[in-house]
């Protein structure tokens, strides 16, 4: 069963950067499509990022041109970057996976807060 770890998170004011990480406990970016989904409070989840295998990335319109999502194969690793966050980024990110299966990670909390 592939696991799938989310880091990064934390608390930062409007303008400010974060970069999340994913790291799957086994190879599965390379074939895998994966993403990075948000929650936040009283509302649905929602779609952030997604990159194919073959390395086809969309993102949500909310996020396009301060959001970069890129992986890094050789660790197994998913990365969000974050740039200019405004507090409607504010939810917790979750990564997520798709083959055959479906695999989330458990979530990592971004606040964005003056």
């Known amino acids: 069963q592939v696991q799938l770890v989310e880091s990064g998170g934390g608390t930062v004011q409007p303008g400010e950067s974060l970069r999340l990480s994913c790291e799957a406990s086994k190879h599965i970016f390379s074939t895998y499509t994966t993403a990075w989904y948000r929650q936040a409070p009283g509302k649905q989840r929602e779609l952030v990022a997604v990159i194919t295998p073959t390395s086809h990335t969309t993102y949500a319109d909310s996020v396009r041109g301060r959001f970069s999502l890129f992986r890094d194969d050789a660790k197994n690793t998913l990365v969000l970057q974050m740039n200019n966050l405004n507090p409607d980024d504010t939810a917790v990110y979750y990564c997520?996976?798709?083959?055959?299966?479906?695999?989330w990670g458990q979530g990592t909390q971004v606040t964005v807060s003056s």
């Open positions: 997520y996976a798709r083959s055959i299966v479906e695999i």
